[in-house]
Structures are given as structure tokens and as C-alpha cells.
């Protein structure tokens, strides 16, 4: 599913409150400096992963499903960003 | 920030009122503080100007960058207040997101609108994109709001007002403050504030009081009744506004102010002495306090211990809710300064009037008949399960008390019980230690629990009456709604012998009822509630002085026996004359100064 620059991978979003402000900082955070595009796509609605709006807007609640789909040369760096992230649950306990 | 108002001619004297939230006199400046309006009439820029046009929200971005930065800085520098750097950095990615950055230029570019015209473009396709989603993340939505009312604020050319960077010695005039607004709110020549919004909790109060300056609000119309450099007296006692008072005015208050320091000052002298009564009787005097940093105010003022820990306001304008961590550590370090005096922590209060971004509130119709307090906890049971983690393991020092808001019946009342049992056989299979014999209680403040606390006595080691509800709902009467503010009355026979049933109930099953309303820091309330029996009250720790000497003077054998005489009485006016009436022989020896600070009770002012 991946070629040299372009990744895609699905999370499960498991911490308690979903990707509300916080954990949606952390990940806007995480990826804003890399060298790629990063999409995120949960129930057919796309969102910019570098937009923090934009992230907030896709309401992605416990249990949800997202789609990650990175391009350019950090396209790994930001994918194995992301599934730090979502795997500590973003810091909550 | 220079108002709009400024260069039109003063209004002459105004007097308005409003609610004393923060009491004493302050007489001062005004300096109004405003918002930019995010709803702009349609403009556009000429094609060549587009260009110039781009650079000058450009600008206006950057600019509010170095703003919040700057803001962030200090915050931290005083080492407050995590959850605002949150908001803060927050507030930065909004800056720079291109939702917001770049659709702005693009519609200046692409539509040649005007760089505010743009922004207001913006803000409102945010809004119409938010409205549809669940409520944790619609609220971010006052984030994005805030952000660009900041941008606004620099492409309008005023400067946005730091409330920090105030030089000359002025009163604080808003429609309502932001808690970031509140945030920067930290200078000596702030001598009060007034608002149009909020009531007693809201963040101008808590801020006023933290900051022991006086503050009203409720205040409607103020903001258009005044104007930059008018003089104003406010009187955070009685919650009176002077614009532009005479010289007469100024006199009196200028004297009032002088009496209430001086009265202060010998009440602080007073605290040495403990609070019993003439015949003997020892009151109990706690502080209700908000803040884990408000705990100097009650070494200061001489408090027994906290009554009432509201542990809600952890949990307001945080856009995350406090994990057990950051909760057991403002818990265990009031535990730990309040030593060994014992601290009643209340869980989550929240609803009613009291709303968290980062809690699913549900919108109600009727909130305070909704979801709130112990129905909210028992409803998001994690987030109540967390709450009683972090109290149970910050209670090592064995003062820690658990108290239960708005418990309406039994059922209610055991199920927040086996919530609390789990939490401790989750503690003990982990080897992590608490205090095994932690006291828990009910707060009645709601009828029914009165009827029943005999049934809820058998279940819990203390009562606390907050008569702040118990009022409201025994009346029916909303505590905010000014039309019907007559009908709230604290002296209404059937209050009254609600504090006196609850009062025997605990005798009856040999636990103490103390009271945390705001019944319990007016002196002539105090008077009755000693009267009907009570022996523990709690509340701001700046009253307690005053309560004190009151205490001092009076026996409550005497008392007693009037208060038994009061349940008979059939209205409050009726209730009010006689204590009022027997003021004088009630209050002994050396009364006549108490008897000069009652004149600051509210009772004693809306007869």
C-alpha cells in the first residue's frame, strides 16, 4: 500500500475523550515541521493534519476509525509519529 | 485599548447597581475594556491594493503572535496555571492554521475583500463547520473566536489590552472577561472591576476575591453608561455604582472606605482570639475556597479548616479534563498546608450554572433541575471514579473529608457510595494507601433530601446545608433571575425549619450539620442559624473575621431560646422585624461594634 513517499495507514482511536483539543495539539504538533502531506480521513471526511481545525473537526470520538495518508520524503517520520501518539494514548492516563 | 467612546463627552451621574461580589470600596478610573466585534460590513480593496492589503493582516497575525507569546511568557514565569499555557498554545496553532491564515488571504486575494471583511468571512464558515458536532469539540469554537477577535483587535489598530500593562490607578469596565483576560489580570493599579455578565461565580468574582480587590458585576448597560476617565465608585459590598459622583460622594465613600480598613485591620487583630461564644460554645469557622492557592488566605484569616473545597473550578475552561495526577496534587497540597485542620472536598459540582468546555454538559431546558453535580458524576461515572482516586490517595495526611453535592434521596446516595468503595478495593489491590477511615457526607440542599436525612444520616459521618439551593429550590425561586429576586428569601419560614429538621436529625444520629451558603457569611443570618442550633459554618475566608466577633459576643443559651420562638413565625418579614428587634439584647457586653458591622448584612439592606 506504500510506495517510496507515500504511506497510508488506519488507527483506532483509543483514549478516553478521542482526539479532542489536546491530543489534536499534540498531533498537529508532532507532524506541523515535517516535510510531507498528511491527510486524515474518518467516515469520509477529510481533514489537513497539519490544520488543527481541521483535525478538530472531524469530531474523531473513542473507538473511531482514522485513515492516515502521508506524501513527500517524511512520510514515514509522520506515520510512526502518529502511531506513537495514538498508542500512549496521547499522554492520558 | 483607546475606546471609541473615549472622545465623547462624559454622561454626567449615573448610579447603577449591580451584585458585590468582592467587597470594599474602591474610587477610581474607569478604563473600559472591549472586544473587537467580529461581524464586519462587506468591504473590498482595489486590485492594486490587494498586495498591501495581504501584508497588513500579515502584520496584524504576526503581531498577535508575539501577543500571546508574550502572554505565555509571563504566565509561565509566575508559574500558574498549566491549563492556560494549554489554551495558549492552543490559541497558537489556531494563529498559524491555514483554515484560518491562508483562507483569509485567499478571499482578500481571490474576492479583493478587506482584510477584516475577510476574517469575519472566516470566522463564520468555522462557526457553521463546528455547530454540527458533539459538544466537546463545537466548544473549541470560543478558541477560534477568541483568536480572531485578537487578529481584529491589531488590523483595527487598537492595541489589544493587556490588563497587566495598566499604569495609572483605574477601574476595570467590561461587557465580560475572558479567562485569558483574567489570566493577565495581575497589576496593583487594578482597583476593582465591573461587568456586565457573570454572577457570583464567575471568573471576575474569583479573581476579585483571590485578589482581595472589589468587584461588581450583573451590571446591565454599564458599558454603554460610561466612558474612559470618568470617576467611578464601586461598592463591592452592596454591589453600588457611581459614574461621575460628586464631591459629597466621594467624601462619604472615601470615609466608608477608611472605616471598612480600619475595621479589617482591628478584625485581623481579633483573630487570635478562637471563636466561642460568651456561655462557652466553640463555632466552627471554615473557609470555602476554589483554589489550591487560596490556602494563605486561611492561615491569615485564622479559619478551622476548609468547609468547602469546590473542586469544580479545576475542571472550568480547561479543554482537557485534569487527570488523576494534576487533581491528587492541588488535592494533597491543600491536604498538606491545611494540616491538621480537616478539609471537606466536594466532588464535581457541575451544571446548574457552572459549565467546563472540556465536559459533554448536556444542553438542558432547566439545568438547574438537570444534570448537574451528583447526577453528572453518577452519569460520567470514569470521570467520577478519577475524582475519588486522586482525593482517596492524596487523604495520607487522614484530614480529608469527602463531600456529595445536590444528593436527593438515598439511591443516589449509595450509588455514589459503592462508587467510592470500588475505588478503594481498587486502591488496596494496588498496595496504594489512603486513608482507610475517610469521612464522607451529603450536602442537603435540595427539599427532598430534608425530608429523607434520616434515611441518608445512617449512610454518611456529616451534613453540610448549602443554602444557596436549598432556598432556591424550597421557593422556587431562580437565585440569578432579577424579576423575582424579592421571592428569595432566606428568612422564609419554611427555610428555616428545614435548617432546624436537618439540625435535629444530626443530633438524633450524632452527626454534625454545618452550613457553606452564603447564609453563613452574613451576620445577621449568622445570628439565626446559631439560633436554629448550628455550630459549623463555612465560607470566604475574608468574612470569617467579622463572623468571629460576632460570635464572641453573643450566648448561645439566649440564642436558643429565640430561635425557638422563630419557627413559630409565619412570614420572613415577620421573622426579619423580630431579629432585627432583638438585636440589641442578643448581642452582649461589648456588642456595639458588632452591632455597627450588621449594617453590612444583606438582609438587613433589602428590608
Given at each position: 500500500?506504500s ?9 483506532t ?5 478521542g482526539?479532542?483539543?489536546r ?6 504538533q508532532a507532524?506541523?515541521?515535517?516535510e510531507?502531506?498528511?491527510?486524515i ?15 478538530l473537526?472531524?469530531a474523531?470520538?473513542q473507538?473511531?476509525?482514522?485513515i492516515?495518508?502521508?506524501?513527500g520524503p517524511?512520510?514515514?517520520k ?11 494514548k496521547?499522554?492520558?492516563? | ?6 472622545s ?32 464586519v460590513?462587506e468591504s473590498?480593496?482595489l486590485k ?5 492589503e ?22 509561565t ?10 489554551v ?6 489556531l ?11 485567499e478571499?482578500v ?9 475577510a476574517?469575519?468571512?472566516?470566522f463564520?464558515?468555522a ?18 473566536e477568541?483568536?480572531c ?16 500593562d ?23 493599579n487594578?482597583?476593582?472591576?465591573v ?9 471576575t ?17 454599564i458599558?454603554?453608561?460610561?466612558r ?11 454591589g ?8 459629597k460622594?466621594?467624601?462619604e465613600?472615601?470615609?466608608k ?7 479589617q ?9 478562637e471563636p ?10 471554615a473557609?470555602?475556597?476554589?483554589f ?10 485564622r ?9 469544580e ?11 488523576e ?7 494533597f ?5 491545611i494540616?491538621p ?5 466536594r ?5 446548574g450554572?457552572?459549565?467546563a468546555?472540556a465536559l459533554?454538559?448536556?444542553h ?11 447526577r ?5 461515572k470514569?470521570?467520577?471514579r478519577t ?13 480529608l473529608?469527602i463531600?456529595y ?8 446516595l ?20 489512603f486513608?482507610e ?14 425530608m ?34 424579592y ?10 425549619r ?8 444530626g443530633?438524633e444520629?450524632n ?5 457553606c ?6 451576620p ?11 455550630e ?25 431560646e ?5 419557627l413559630?413565625?409565619v ?8 431579629v ?11 456588642g456595639?461594634?458588632?452591632l ?6 444583606s438582609?438587613?439592606a433589602?428590608?
Amino acid at each position: 500500500m506504500s510506495n517510496s513517499n507515500s504511506i497510508t495507514k488506519t488507527f483506532t482511536i483509543i483514549n478516553e475523550l478521542g482526539l479532542h483539543a489536546r491530543p489534536a495539539m499534540l498531533l498537529v504538533q508532532a507532524i506541523s515541521r515535517l516535510e510531507c502531506s498528511v491527510n486524515i480521513e474518518k467516515d469520509g471526511f477529510e481533514a489537513d493534519a497539519k490544520s488543527i481545525m481541521g483535525v478538530l473537526t472531524l469530531a474523531a470520538e473513542q473507538n473511531s476509525h482514522i485513515i492516515v495518508r502521508a506524501e513527500g520524503p517524511d512520510a514515514e517520520k509522520a506515520i510512526n509519529a502518529i502511531e506513537k501518539l495514538v498508542e500512549e494514548k496521547f499522554g492520558e492516563d | 485599548m483607546p475606546s471609541r467612546n473615549s472622545s465623547r463627552r462624559s454622561l454626567g451621574k449615573i448610579k447603577l447597581r449591580g451584585s458585590g461580589v468582592s467587597s470594599g470600596v474602591s474610587i477610581g478610573h474607569v478604563q473600559l475594556f472591549h472586544v473587537s466585534n467580529l461581524e464586519v460590513g462587506e468591504s473590498v480593496v482595489l486590485k492594486n491594493h490587494i498586495e498591501s492589503e495581504i501584508q497588513r493582516f500579515q502584520d496584524a497575525v504576526s503581531k498577535t503572535c508575539k501577543q500571546i507569546e508574550e502572554l505565555g511568557k509571563r504566565v509561565t514565569e509566575r508559574g500558574e496555571d498549566k491549563a492556560l499555557i494549554e489554551v495558549l498554545t492552543l490559541h497558537l496553532l489556531l494563529l498559524e492554521d491555514k483554515m484560518i491564515y491562508d483562507r483569509t488571504i485567499e478571499l482578500v486575494r481571490d474576492k479583493r475583500y478587506g482584510s477584516e471583511y475577510a476574517l469575519s468571512c472566516v470566522f463564520r464558515e468555522a462557526e457553521e463547520r463546528y455547530s454540527d458536532l458533539p459538544d466537546l469539540f463545537r466548544e473549541r469554537i470560543k478558541d477560534v473566536e477568541d483568536i480572531c477577535r485578537r487578529i481584529m483587535n491589531n488590523l483595527c489598530g487598537v492595541d489589544a489590552q493587556s490588563l497587566e500593562d495598566v499604569e495609572e490607578e483605574v477601574v476595570i469596565v467590561a461587557r465580560d472577561l475572558s479567562p485569558s483576560d483574567a489570566a493577565s489580570m495581575r497589576s496593583d493599579n487594578i482597583l476593582g472591576f465591573v461587568t456586565e455578565a457573570g454572577g457570583k461565580t464567575s471568573h471576575t468574582a474569583i479573581i476579585a476575591r483571590a485578589l482581595e480587590i472589589p468587584a461588581v458585576v450583573g451590571v446591565s448597560g454599564i458599558t454603554k453608561f460610561t466612558r474612559d476617565h470618568d470617576v467611578i465608585i464601586i461598592d463591592g459590598e452592596s454591589g453600588s455604582i457611581i459614574i461621575n459622583p460628586t464631591s459629597k460622594e466621594i467624601n462619604e465613600y472615601r470615609d466608608k472606605q477608611h472605616r471598612l480598613d480600619v475595621r479589617q485591620s482591628r478584625l485581623i487583630e481579633l483573630s487570635d482570639f478562637e471563636p466561642y461564644t460568651l456561655d462557652g460554645f466553640k463555632i466552627e469557622l471554615a473557609a470555602n475556597i476554589e483554589f489550591a492557592s487560596e490556602v494563605e488566605s486561611i492561615a491569615k484569616y485564622r479559619a478551622n479548616g476548609v468547609g468547602l473545597y469546590r473542586t469544580e473550578y479545576l475542571f472550568l475552561d480547561r479543554i482537557v479534563v485534569p487527570s488523576e495526577k494534576e487533581q491528587y496534587k492541588h488535592y494533597f497540597e491543600v491536604a498538606e498546608k491545611i494540616f491538621p485542620n480537616p478539609v471537606i472536598i466536594r466532588t464535581l459540582d457541575i451544571g446548574g450554572d457552572k459549565f467546563a468546555h472540556a465536559l459533554d454538559t448536556p444542553h438542558e431546558m432547566n439545568p438547574f433541575l438537570g444534570c448537574r453535580a451528583i447526577r453528572f458524576s453518577l452519569t460520567n461515572k470514569s470521570i467520577f471514579r478519577t475524582q475519588l482516586r486522586a482525593i482517596l490517595r492524596a487523604s495520607t495526611y487522614h484530614n480529608l473529608l469527602i463531600m456529595y453535592p445536590l444528593i436527593s434521596g438515598h439511591g443516589e446516595l449509595m450509588e455514589a457510595n459503592e462508587h467510592l468503595e470500588a475505588v478503594k478495593d481498587e486502591l488496596r489491590s494496588k498496595n496504594v494507601s489512603f486513608d482507610e477511615n475517610i469521612k464522607v457526607g451529603a450536602m442537603i440542599e435540595v427539599p427532598s433530601a430534608v425530608m429523607v436525612a434520616q434515611d441518608l444520616a445512617k449512610h454518611v459521618d456529616f451534613f453540610s446545608i448549602g443554602t444557596n439551593d436549598l432556598i432556591q429550590y424550597t421557593l422556587a425561586v431562580d437565585r440569578g433571575n432579577q424579576n423575582i429576586a424579592y421571592l428569595y428569601q432566606p428568612f422564609h419560614p419554611a427555610v428555616l425549619r428545614m435548617i432546624s429538621n436537618v439540625v435535629d436529625v444530626g443530633r438524633e444520629y450524632n452527626i454534625p450539620v454545618s452550613i457553606c451558603g452564603e447564609m453563613a457569611s452574613d451576620p445577621v443570618c449568622v445570628l439565626v442559624l446559631l439560633a436554629l442550633g448550628i455550630e459549623r459554618l463555612s465560607m470566604a475566608p475574608n468574612a470569617i473575621p467579622s463572623i468571629k466577633q460576632l460570635v464572641r459576643a453573643v450566648s448561645i443559651v439566649r440564642l436558643r431560646e429565640f430561635g425557638s420562638k422563630l419557627l413559630g413565625m409565619v412570614s420572613a418579614e415577620e421573622i426579619k422585624m423580630r431579629v432585627i428587634e432583638a438585636l440589641p439584647k442578643l448581642l452582649a457586653e461589648g456588642g456595639e461594634e458588632v452591632l455597627e458591622n450588621l449594617n453590612e448584612s444583606s438582609i438587613l439592606a433589602s428590608s
